[in-house]
């Protein structure tokens, strides 16, 4: 077992961001190209940090830890196609912006705002 822990520890960060990429995948329903739009960067780096040949810079790896929280809380109420196109829609709440816009601009916090007032029985 420790060489199993040798092996995986020199690159440990790599090995979170390959996870939240697959979770993104099947809990959210993104796509690569989702992805790589939300971060602004191409679809051959998301693969990358996916096969953990890369690593996103720290503002990205933000970004990707709050959209996994984000999908991670909208799982509770959503299918993974349904999650996506919530991401991706305009919402009232959000005063008509999109969450993955606000997500990328490092403004999750509205966001999980409105995933507050879904958890305590405001439906959207």
């Known amino acids: 077992m ?3 822990a040798t092996t995986r520890s020199p690159r440990p960060a790599q090995g979170v961001v390959a996870r939240y990429i697959e979770e993104l995948r099947e809990m959210g329903g993104l796509k690569g190209t989702d992805i790589a739009n939300i971060t602004e960067v191409s679809k051959a780096t998301v693969s990358r940090w996916a096969q953990g040949a890369a690593s996103p810079h720290p503002r990205t790896q933000l970004i990707l830890s ?4 984000i999908v991670g ?3 509770e109420y959503y299918s993974a196609q349904e999650i996506r196109t919530w991401l991706y829609a305009r919402h009232p709440q959000l005063d008509g912006a999109r969450a993955i816009d606000l997500i990328n601009q490092g403004r999750s916090e509205e966001v999980l705002r409105v995933l507050d007032r879904l958890d305590a029985g405001v439906y959207l």
């Open 73 to 75: 809380r909208l799982e």
């Open 66 to 69: 709050d959209l996994h929280y």
């Open 2 to 4: 420790s060489a199993t």
